[in-house]
């Protein structure tokens, strides 16, 4: 069963910061959200992860909701090289990675 | 600093021919190992994976298989292609099944005629 729920596709001008939804409302108490992307033709790339605050790192932010029913990807200034589908998973510490259909980030110059 | 490998990058093949995709990685001991599938216009599906040598589970009941012959090795088989069969193949290896990150590489593209 699908843990989490993504649009399946979204268009951001480049420059602009890329806010990418997903809603994970059956999450559980010790379950991680965890972010990578997968650019056409390679393997998928780690962004981020968290539990229950807010993360950043130098490739993007992570907004988590309180209830934690819900979190936001953030691109702050999205590029052409972002185009890619962007996998939100939810999973225990010791579960294994399952992919769902993401959303495809489309970049437009 | 850790590398994986995979090959052949493409492959086409008859319907009913064997196969045999390896991946092996660099620079780490006993990763766990994890063989996807993408088809295309699909998402990634989780085919096997090995937390060691001779260990391994199957998550999808099919045609294929996999085996760890050595710590950093990751082997894919087939005796006989399906059509269905065609598509993305990823190898990924992680420290461990808690760790955050899982690497993944290059790929292969089968393609089953």
């Not at chain 1, 965890?34 to 229950?52: A, D, E, N, T, V």
């Not at chain 2, 090959?7 to 021919?17: C, K, R």
Request: hydrophobic share 35%; with cysteine.
């Amino acid at each position: 069963d699908a843990k989490t729920t993504q649009p399946t596709s979204m268009d951001c001008a480049e420059g602009r910061a890329a806010n990418l939804p997903c809603n994970h409302s059956t999450i559980s108490g010790n379950e991680y959200v965890y972010w990578y992307r997968q650019i056409h033709s390679q393997g998928p790339q780690y962004i981020i992860h968290g539990l229950k605050n807010n993360e950043t790192n130098e490739m993007a932010s992570l907004i988590i909701t309180e209830d934690r029913k819900s979190s936001t990807l953030i691109l702050p200034h999205a590029t052409l090289r972002d185009t890619a589908v962007y996998y939100c998973i939810v999973k225990g510490r010791d579960d294994k990675i399952i992919f769902g259909k993401g959303t495809r980030l489309h970049i437009l110059p | 600093s850790q590398t994986i490998h995979q090959w052949p990058a493409t492959l086409v093949q008859p319907v009913g021919s064997p196969l045999s995709l390896e991946c092996t990685v660099e620079g780490t001991s006993n990763p766990n190992l994890y063989w996807y599938r993408q088809a295309a216009g699909r998402g990634l599906q989780l085919l096997f994976y090995s937390v060691g040598i001779g260990q391994i589970s199957s998550e999808v009941p099919q045609n294929l298989s996999a085996s760890r012959p050595q710590d950093r090795q990751f082997i894919l088989s087939s005796k006989k292609l399906l059509l269905s069969d065609s598509g993305f193949y990823l190898c990924a290896w992680s420290v461990s099944l808690s760790y955050n990150e899982q690497f993944f590489g290059p790929g292969t593209r089968l393609t089953v005629l």
